[in-house]
């Protein structure tokens, strides 16, 4: 299973209407289709952070861009099986996550076939938060299966410029990376690698 630890940057409050909104959203019958453990909040002030579990390396990855998008989230992938991990680490990879360029941090895979997914999830948030509204709105759309023509027409732009704003924006670089980054979050999770507070591995812990 995939446990995705969603951070507010600011300290959460209990009667927040965004915060409140997020779970349910994600909850919703149908929003994320491999949900296997709806999102709760746990924790109580700066500790306090929404956790919820899939099946589904590609709907993982989509959340957490969304939310790193956002600006108001930081997100903690743990690739989990079994006893899930320690406070102290979770706090640990919280913190990180807060403070990254691309505010994320990967909880879970070792080894050298694993080391790169961290780094790929961190590219992928940083360039998600500085990617333009008219970027990710072509990007979104040709996503959704219209063709540059089509999107061209709905935006009333030229063609040329829905090229240029999918070119300027990566968007063909960055969903292939992110779907290497979800595949193999899958390949981790059926094979439940992943660390323990008593055990971190040089991918995650002993990291910046």
């Known amino acids: 299973m995939i ?17 409140t909104r997020v779970g349910d959203e994600l909850n919703r019958p ?17 500790e306090a952070r929404l956790v919820g579990g899939m099946d589904s390396g590609v709907e993982a990855v989509g959340i957490l861009l969304s939310l790193v998008r956002s600006g108001a989230w930081a997100v903690v992938v743990e690739v989990a099986e079994g006893q899930a991990a320690g406070e102290s680490l979770l706090q640990r990879e919280a913190e990180r996550a807060r403070r990254a360029n691309g505010h994320c941090a990967v909880l879970g895979p070792s080894g050298p076939s694993a080391a790169w997914i961290e780094p790929a999830l961190q590219l992928l948030g940083a360039l998600e938060r500085r990617r333009s509204e008219p970027q ?3 990007g979104r ?4 299966g219209a063709s540059q023509r089509e999107v061209a027409a709905e935006l009333q732009v030229s063609q040329q410029a ?15 990376l992110a779907g290497a980054t979800a595949d193999a979050l899958d390949v981790l999770a059926r094979r439940g690698d992943r660390v323990s ?9 002993e990291r910046g």
Do not use: C, I, K
Not at 39 to 46: A, C, I, L, T, V
Not at 141 to 144: G, L, T
Not at 169 to 176: C, I, Q, S, V, Y
Not at 199 to 205: I, K, V, Y
């Open 3 to 19: 446990v995705l630890h969603l951070l507010p940057l600011t300290a959460p409050d209990a009667a927040d209407a965004a915060w």
């Open 30 to 46: 149908g929003a994320v289709s491999s949900l296997l453990m709806p999102f709760d909040r746990q924790g109580e002030g700066s």
């Open 136 to 138: 990710q709105d072509a």
């Open 141 to 144: 759309r040709v996503e959704a």
């Open 162 to 176: 829905v090229h240029a704003r999918l070119r300027g924006g990566l968007w063909n670089e960055t969903r292939a």
């Open 197 to 205: 507070d008593g055990g971190a591995s040089p991918s995650t812990s």
